[in-house]
């Protein structure tokens, strides 16, 4: 199963970047705005605190748009390229649902999302090379 590109795919954006793109990329995919997502972001980490760790864990999950092709290689077991392939997910979505995860349980229930993974690398079908054919495809 390959992996498709679509010009609606979650990168972090190489042109419209004032720190790592991560506002100017969910502005292009959800067209609008980047200083709509850069207000939305401070506001959110003024008002509620947790927009910095947001906007860390997305610009560590989320790959740029220079570099999708790299995104969809395996990194720590596969696990998350593999739930990416499985559902037809975008693989940064699931690497930052992973992340933000790993990061809510180190407080409370010490590493139960690391443990998840871990299980979940012997339990989803193993990938054989690590790497996944990436094409561009048009949606229409």
């Known amino acids: 199963m390959n992996a498709s590109i679509t010009k609606n795919e979650l990168t972090r954006s190489t042109t419209d970047a004032v720190v790592t793109g991560v506002c100017g990329g969910l502005a292009k995919r959800f067209s609008m705005e980047s200083w709509i997502v850069r207000v939305a972001l401070v506001l959110s980490i003024l008002l509620a605190g947790f927009g910095f760790f947001v906007y860390i864990i997305l610009a560590f999950s989320i790959p740029k748009d220079t570099e999708v092709s790299e995104a969809y290689n395996s990194k720590i077991l596969g696990v998350c ?7 037809g997910w975008e693989v940064g979505i699931v690497r930052a649902v992973f992340a933000s995860s790993l990061l809510l349980s180190l407080i409370p229930s010490f590493g139960t999302t690391l443990i998840i993974y871990f299980l ?13 054919d990436v094409e561009a495809k048009d949606i229409n």
């Open 81 to 87: 390229l593999r739930i990416s392939k499985k559902y």
């Open 120 to 132: 979940m690398h012997f339990f989803l079908p193993a990938n054989n090379s690590g790497v996944v």
